[in-house]
């Protein structure tokens, strides 16, 4: 498999892939040692020592009850101390099955700050205890690359969407496509508000996505119109303030979101969406909200 620029490179469609199954399990990291201590991105600038830890600890649980909610079962990985950061589990790893679907396993990341590096080894042991595969060394520590904060499956698809240009290098992608047999879609990020994919693109099911249309080059959202029927704009005050694509759908109905975003919630709810908002205020000021917020494991 390989990767794509541009739609006039790609030459599959859909139905040419295999499926993939949805994911039913969310894993999240317990906000112990939840702070501001440094700046690596630009919503952090600012913020460091600002965070109330206890308002942080009732957001979290809210957004675990909801998952609960919806269904899901939640696995629940410690925060670890001097790691606070840890609790945006989406950027540690990438799960997968295979092919067949016999087995299951993470690709680990290379975190591009080196405040956040010591998080990858504590998923890879949670991880290892439950059987997972891991790919470990893939990029040979010379590039990196950010898990699910930058590469996204493409619901029901064996079909990858990965960002690039702050967090995770483009190169990478091509060692994932063959590693896991699935071709990528390459969208490069330039503005630095929307530093991960997951903070300008939130795939809701297999026909929807909602998109902060201004985060991406020409050749990125004529993939994007291309392989999704529905494509939702969220406002650009919505997208960078209230960090309304970072949004996560976990069913294909229920879409978890921080409060306040009310064009993207109209155009959710038009669309057949039940929202739950979340407040994710604190975590915000670190740059993440509720995707950043969990990992959806098989």
Same mark, same amino acid.
């Given at each position: 498999?390989?990767?794509?620029?541009?739609?006039?490179?790609?030459?599959?469609?859909?139905?040419?892939?295999?499926?993939?199954?949805?994911?039913?399990?969310?894993?999240?990291?317990?906000?112990?040692?939840?702070?501001?201590?440094?700046?690596?991105?630009?919503?952090?600038?600012?913020?460091?020592?600002?965070?109330?830890?206890?308002?942080?600890?009732?957001?979290?649980?809210?957004?675990?009850?909801?998952?609960?909610?919806?269904?899901?079962?939640?696995?629940?990985?410690?925060?670890?101390?001097?790691?606070?950061?840890?609790?945006?589990?989406?950027?540690?790893?990438?799960?997968?099955?295979?092919?067949?679907?016999?087995?299951?396993?993470?690709?680990?990341?290379?975190?591009?700050?080196?405040?956040?590096?010591?998080?990858?080894?504590?998923?890879?042991?949670?991880?290892?205890?439950?059987?997972?595969?891991?790919?470990?060394?893939?990029?040979?520590?010379?590039?990196?690359?950010?898990?699910?904060?930058?590469?996204?499956?493409?619901?029901?698809?064996?079909?990858?969407?990965?960002?690039?240009?702050?967090?995770?290098?483009?190169?990478?992608?091509? /060692? $994932?496509? *063959?590693?896991?047999?699935?071709?990528?879609? %390459? +969208?490069?990020?330039?503005?630095? =508000?929307?530093?991960?994919? #997951?903070?300008?693109?939130?795939?809701?099911?297999?026909?929807?996505?909602?998109?902060?249309?201004?985060?991406?080059?020409?050749?990125?959202?004529?993939?994007?119109?291309?392989?999704?029927?529905?494509?939702?704009?969220?406002?650009?005050?919505?997208?960078?303030?209230?960090?309304?694509?970072?949004?996560?759908?976990?069913?294909?109905?229920?879409? /978890? $979101?921080? *409060?306040?975003?009310?064009?993207?919630?109209? %155009? +959710?709810?038009?669309?057949?969406? =039940?929202?739950?908002?979340? #407040?994710?205020?604190?975590?915000?000021?670190?740059?993440?909200?509720?995707?950043?917020?969990?990992?959806?494991?098989?």
């Amino acid at each position: 498999m390989k990767t794509y620029t541009s739609l006039a490179e790609v030459d599959f469609s859909l139905n040419d892939l295999a499926s993939l199954p949805y994911p039913t399990r969310v894993v999240m990291t317990s906000p112990d040692y939840f702070e501001i201590k440094y700046v690596i991105n630009a919503h952090m600038q600012g913020n460091i020592g600002t965070v109330n830890t206890a308002t942080a600890r009732v957001q979290w649980e809210h957004l675990k009850s909801a998952y609960e909610t919806c269904g899901m079962e939640v696995d629940v990985v410690k925060g670890q101390s001097e790691l606070p950061d840890m609790v945006f589990c989406a950027n540690q790893t990438l799960p997968f099955v295979t092919t067949d679907g016999a087995s299951k396993g993470i690709v680990l990341s290379s975190m591009f700050a080196k405040e956040r590096a010591p998080e990858v080894q504590h998923f890879a042991t949670h991880f290892a205890k439950q059987g997972y595969e891991l790919i470990e060394d893939l990029f040979n520590g010379s590039t990196d690359f950010e898990g699910m904060g930058d590469a996204l499956w493409h619901s029901g698809k064996r079909l990858l969407w990965g960002g690039y240009g702050f967090r995770s290098n483009k190169s990478v992608y091509d /060692l $994932i496509a *063959k590693k896991l047999d699935a071709p990528i879609l %390459l +969208l490069r990020l330039d503005d630095p =508000e929307f530093y991960h994919l #997951d903070t300008c693109m939130c795939i809701l099911d297999d026909e929807t996505v909602l998109i902060y249309p201004g985060a991406f080059q020409p050749e990125g959202l004529e993939l994007i119109k291309h392989f999704f029927p529905r494509v939702l704009h969220a406002p650009e005050h919505e997208a960078r303030t209230l960090f309304a694509c970072n949004a996560h759908c976990p069913d294909r109905k229920h879409v /978890l $979101i921080q *409060k306040g975003g009310l064009e993207t919630n109209r %155009l +959710l709810k038009e669309h057949g969406f =039940e929202v739950l908002e979340m #407040d994710t205020d604190e975590y915000l000021k670190s740059g993440g909200s509720v995707f950043c917020m969990k990992l959806m494991t098989w």
